[in-house]
């Protein structure tokens, strides 16, 4: 996009500024949609699973309007600020998490090139900024000036902290496996048949997967795990004295985290945008053969992606209509006398079990081979890398990696 | 100043940014936003990472400081969270001292910096060619085509951590072979040290427990709570 | 030299904040303040404040005649208004000594333990909902319709019924309600069934609630808890077998079992899950886990009081006159009701209007061991606790 | 065991604090003299024949002058405390009633005093502080006396005969 806009002669920062904004407002558009799909999903799914129907009257049989109706109900509500709160944290708080959770779909590739920002280290990135939204939180609780809303600040801290580790080790295993933290090679390695999808990839990596989806639900503090807005205890958690569009920016965040999380599940376990059978590339529509067709294989991907997060955040919803609350010690006690050491042990596990299939599968010939970099750094996902490289130690090089896997370099 | 380009332009919001953050810190007189300033400017300095082209340093810098550091700080802003902050009167003296000792820190900084030779010669920043392009790795054009001088920093992090002396590669082409020149890179050990060294401050730490009984407090009778 | 006091961890002496939960708050049913002490997350100290449901009853009840102030004893425990009339009625027919004919006192026992099937649903659902689950109290809240549409065909009213009054009851069964009364008792066990799967075996709900406020026999005894408290502590206690002469001649002919743990046991009823290990007798677990099974046996009453109903022949007593005169006596006497024993004492002057009218609540004992209970335990187990003793305001604060 | 049996067992052990009993009433009760009433809580508890764990209830009653509408009733104005005793073991039911004039030496506003049962059945906590908070009967060496259904500043016990009807709470009429 920004090279096609310095081919137009446009002066480099006006170029790479309004490409940025565009794909921002694409974004924005997504951030914005999501949350009320899901809330419409919520409320439908909670009424299948309650025996009742869920809103049918707002915009036809399906009450598919319900969410706008929502959303300027919440605008119209009157802005209330309470006397003890501190009146600039108690406004910025909502809008500091909203942008830690719209950071987070910026590295999330959609389709094939299709990612907003794609750095090599764009999973690093979503850990980063995923550290970023307790921070509006804690700012929302100790903003309020109310005992309750500051009980639920600090749980939900001491929750989405402890639950970054386990996280941080879940996201690693993948990442191994795929030997590059770029999003959009981990998910362009599951491409073809869903047997090339990294739950399937080895035992290690489908306990991973398992332990990543609890950690997740917890450390967006979805049921069974809402400890912070927990009604029957702290009436609303941190978010108690909020009201109106504030809180409604609250929970946008939350249900764009939610996609957001999901749909990085996807991507390091489902095989991001490929779908279970590799349908573009039988109907030919692969960026080898046109732009066009191309462009329609990246539609069809973008498809896919969406359908997996949706069904993610599905799981959610269902597992919140189903299981009561945990208590905050034993949610504490399964993060750090479960979750952390079994994530530290699959990763252990998925490092050796690389290490022990690339030795099988491809034997080194004798003598050591040496490392040896081109002229500029090698980027590992590059390719740029010489067939036979002789290394120091027997290390499995990263031909080795290529050939096990019969990816065509 | 001839026609602004987007690293400079960058580069003045960030560097601007961190500066108000830290003088923040200081100025502000509730703790709270102490920490909100606090934020601002590690936030700032990362940007700052980012248009240098060390992307990886950049989202260290995020994820440890601003993610962690500062969370950590507001957590124990609240855990001892007093309504009535008290306000910390600063006597006229210590203002003086403060600016004495500050002035001086500040000349030698800018006595050191402008001694740089590459900066003398440039007043603008773009014209110092050693400056990675740096839009190349903030905005990369989504059709995956890199521009050649494209430098992701993990790859090359990932190599050094096996021992491989990157740095060293830049000058001569063929790597020489690490274990007759002895020249392994020691990022790794550097690496473990580190993790060790959080080992052994989680043990102090728990092993510096206060101990002492707990004094019951019974309930005040009839307490009416305010 | 081992130091006698063994000294506590302390990592950080936390400031203990005092906290208001309620009146307002919606886990504590109905309008009941709790004043917590708490040192961080540990409850140190709780303080029930109550009183603002007290709409002063007795000072009411003596200044209306017996049977004008039978309604008022519909809003003492609003969710089972049927058994309160009928304590109320069986203590004004202990003081005139009456007796109510035999299909009277089957119907009474028909339209009692159908309240206490609502009633204990509605505890069922709510304590779901303390502990985060909103289901089950969908489901709970479904069958709680069912049974008050019943009520509804019989006395025209949905919450309080006036509906047993001294001397009978107001009007006989409709036609063809007893047959909708069993067609909902068939499809009933279903539903069941999902609580049971949604909430007695469901791990998360086993951790939350086993082991938690744990109440003890002796305890329970010196706090006056009845009903399904007292029952989960251990102890067989059901005034419906161990009560007196008059109201345990209504249950004589019914063959049901009174729900208690012997020794963490319960005797099998065939439809009910077993008991997890590690729930100890007397946790908020096997107070929940006594109401689930005591639906089974209530509904097992109602098939039988259905076939006995229609067995016995004759009236269905006559409600007594409005300014029926009373002895110069004191009469006393407690019901099983759905949240423990319900007590009415009526001191007699001669008059219509009684010199006083006494309530004995047994949500009132039970609240009052709370303290007991919350002591040194979490702030998310508070709800938990309350829930799990059922109360209803109305008939604390009387 | 009959009721007769345990007011056996009662005059036996304190021939003086029984001041009358009646076994054909439909509760049969017995009077105790209101200053030997712990003690003879304590044996009725710990007694192994009697063994009265559950105190289900403590009423006041106000006799005053005679009630309008004729019925004879009691003449002069006093009050009655009963305490409704049963055991779970030998499933036996007594009423202990106190005797108690409904002012202390009868000046009105000095509330009658009875010892406190709280250290030996629990609940009596609760149930004496509604019995001082609605009767107004003031209950020696209970723990914490204080108002439990009325607010805290509410004036006069509303269950007494003599309690004025058209009461005012801070500005609210009462009648």
């Known amino acids: ?409 | 100043m001839n026609e602004p380009s987007l690293p400079s332009i960058l580069f003045f919001l960030f560097a601007g940014l961190a500066c108000a953050g830290a003088v923040g810190v200081l100025v502000f007189q509730r703790i709270v936003y102490m920490a909100g300033a606090l934020l601002v400017s590690l936030a700032a300095a990362a940007g700052l990472f980012f248009i240098a082209g060390a992307d990886f340093v950049g989202l260290v810098q995020l994820m440890v400081y601003v993610g962690g550091t500062v969370v950590l700080l507001a957590f124990g802003v609240m855990l001892t969270a007093r309504r009535n902050q008290p306000a910390w009167q600063v006597p006229g003296v210590q203002w003086a001292v403060g600016l004495a000792v500050g002035g001086c820190l500040l000349v030698v900084l800018l006595w050191t910096v402008l001694a740089v030779p590459q900066w003398q010669t440039a007043s603008a920043p773009e014209a110092a060619e050693g400056a990675p392009s740096a839009p190349g790795v903030l905005v990369r054009s989504g059709s995956r085509q890199t521009s050649p001088s494209q430098t992701g920093t993990i790859g090359p992090l990932g190599w050094a951590m096996l021992g491989v002396r990157t740095e060293q590669a830049d000058q001569s082409d063929a790597l020489p072979d690490v274990r007759q020149t002895g020249q392994c890179g020691y990022l790794l050990p550097f690496e473990i040290i580190s993790v060790h060294l959080v080992l052994v401050l989680v043990g102090a730490a728990f092993l510096a427990r206060a101990k002492r009984p707990p004094e019951p407090r019974p309930l005040e009778q009839g307490a009416k709570v305010g | ?398 | 065991m009959e009721t007769s049996q345990i007011v056996r067992y009662l005059r036996e052990r304190f021939p003086r604090a029984i001041l009358g009993e009646n076994l054909q009433a439909f509760d049969p009760w017995v009077q105790v003299e209101p200053a030997q009433l712990r003690e003879v809580c304590f044996y009725l508890r710990d007694e192994p024949a009697l063994r009265f764990q559950m105190l289900h209830l403590i009423t006041a009653v106000d006799y005053l002058e005679k009630p309008p509408g004729g019925g004879q009733g009691g003449s002069e104005g006093h009050f009655e405390v009963f305490y409704h005793l049963s055991s779970l073991e030998h499933g036996h039911r007594l009423v202990l009633k106190v005797r108690l004039p409904r002012w202390k030496h009868n000046q009105p506003g000095q509330l009658p005093e009875l010892p406190t049962l709280s250290d030996i059945w629990r609940t009596a906590e609760w149930h004496e502080r509604e019995v001082y908070d609605l009767s107004g009967v003031c209950f020696i060496g209970h723990p914490d006396l204080r108002r439990i259904l009325c607010p805290e500043d509410w004036q006069g016990h509303p269950l007494r005969k003599d309690y004025p009807m058209s009461h005012q709470y801070q500005g609210i009429p009462g009648r």
């Open chain 1, 1 to 409: 996009m920004s090279s096609w806009l310095l081919q137009l002669g446009f002066a480099d920062w006006l170029a790479y500024g309004s490409a940025g904004l565009i794909k921002a407002g694409l974004v924005l558009v997504l951030v914005l949609f999501t949350p009320m799909l899901a809330l419409w999903m919520e409320r439908k799914i909670a009424g299948r699973i309650q025996d009742r129907l869920g809103p049918t009257r707002t915009g036809g049989r399906f009450g598919w309007l319900q969410s706008p109706a929502d959303g300027i109900k919440l605008l119209m509500k009157e802005d209330l600020m309470p006397a003890a709160a501190d009146p600039l944290l108690f406004r910025l708080a909502p809008y500091l998490s909203f942008c830690a959770v719209f950071c987070l779909f910026v590295v999330l590739p959609m389709a094939d090139g299709w990612a907003p920002a794609g750095w090599d280290s764009a999973l690093f990135f979503f850990l980063a900024v995923a550290g970023l939204e307790v921070f509006g939180v804690i700012l929302a609780g100790y903003a309020s000036g109310s005992k309750w809303s500051l009980f639920g600040a600090m749980r939900e801290a001491a929750q989405v902290v402890s639950y970054e580790v386990p996280l941080g080790l879940c996201v690693v295993v993948p990442v191994v496996v795929a030997g590059s933290m770029d999003l959009e090679e981990i998910a362009r390695m599951q491409e073809g048949w869903f047997t090339r999808w990294f739950i399937f990839h080895d035992p290690f990596t489908f306990l991973t997967f398992w332990i990543y989806a609890a950690c997740a639900m917890a450390g967006l503090n979805r049921a069974p795990f809402d400890l912070p807005e927990a009604e029957s205890e702290l009436v609303a958690g941190f978010a108690t004295e909020y009201s109106g569009f504030r809180w409604a920016v609250f929970f946008m965040a939350e249900y764009a985290a939610m996609f957001a999380w999901s749909g990085l599940g996807a991507i390091l376990f489902f095989g991001g945008w490929n779908g279970p059978v590799p349908v573009a590339s039988w109907l030919g529509l692969v960026s080898t053969n046109g732009p066009l067709a191309g462009f329609l294989g990246n539609l069809l991907s973008l498809l896919n992606f969406l359908l997996k997060a949706l069904l993610g955040v599905t799981v959610m919803i269902w597992a919140r209509w189903t299981l009561p609350r945990l208590r905050i010690d034993q949610v504490i006690a399964m993060c750090w006398k479960y979750c952390v050491p079994l994530a530290t042990l699959m990763l252990v596990g998925v490092v050796f079990w690389q290490a022990i299939s690339m030795e099988i599968f491809s034997p080194k010939p004798t003598g050591s081979c040496t490392v040896r970099c081109s002229s500029n750094p090698p980027r590992l996902s590059q390719g740029a890398w010489p067939e036979e490289t002789p290394s120091a130690f027997p290390l499995p090089t990263r031909s080795g990696l290529a050939s096990q896997r019969g990816l065509v370099r």
């Open chain 3, 1 to 398: 030299m081992v130091d006698s006091v063994v000294p506590e961890e302390f990592d950080l002496l936390t400031e203990e904040i005092v906290i208001n939960m309620g009146p307002q708050h919606p886990s504590t049913h109905g309008v009941l303040r709790l004043i917590l002490r708490t040192d961080g997350e540990v409850v140190r100290e709780v303080q029930p404040e109550i009183g603002y449901l007290h709409r002063c009853a007795e000072k009411i009840g003596e200044n209306l005649t017996v049977r004008q102030f039978t309604p008022y004893t519909d809003r003492l425990d609003y969710l089972a208004a049927m058994n309160m009339n009928l304590g109320w009625s069986l203590c004004v027919e202990k003081l005139l000594s009456w007796q109510v004919p035999e299909k009277c006192r089957h119907l009474r026992v028909l339209m009692a333990e159908l309240n206490r099937i609502a009633s204990h649903l509605v505890a069922v659902g709510t304590y779901g909902l303390d502990l985060g689950n909103f289901t089950p109290y969908m489901y709970c809240f479904r069958e709680r319709e069912k049974i008050v549409n019943l009520f509804e065909a019989v006395c025209g009213a949905r919450l309080t019924y006036h509906y047993i009054v001294p001397g009978g009851v107001m009007g006989d069964l409709p036609p063809g309600w007893l047959r909708e009364c069993s067609r909902f008792l068939d499809q009933f066990q279903a539903t069941l069934n999902d609580l049971h799967a949604l909430l007695t075996n469901n791990y998360i709900f086993i951790r939350r609630t086993a082991g938690v406020g744990v109440l003890p026999l002796g305890t329970a005894i010196s706090y006056g808890c009845t009903g399904p408290v007292l029952r989960a502590s251990g102890l067989a206690w059901d005034l419906r077998r161990h009560g007196e002469p008059i109201y345990t001649q209504m249950y004589a002919p019914y063959d049901f079992q009174i729900v208690a743990p012997q020794d963490g046991q319960y005797p099998d009823d065939g439809l009910s899950p077993p008991v997890p290990d590690d729930a100890v007798v007397g946790d908020c677990w096997h107070r929940f886990y006594v109401r689930m099974r005591e639906i089974v046996q209530s509904v097992r009453i109602v098939r039988q009081a259905i076939q006995w109903y229609q067995e016995a022949d004759g009236s269905v007593g006559e409600p007594m006159k409005i300014q029926q005169k009373l002895p110069v006596a004191e009469a006393y006497l407690e019901t099983e009701a759905p949240k423990g024993q319900l007590g009415f004492l009526i001191v007699g002057q001669g008059a219509s209007i009684p010199r006083r009218v006494r309530i004995r609540s047994s949500s009132f004992c039970n609240l009052s061991v709370l303290p007991e209970l919350c002591r040194g335990c979490l702030v998310a187990d508070v709800p938990a606790i309350v829930g799990s003793l059922d109360l209803v305001l109305g008939e604390v604060d009387r």
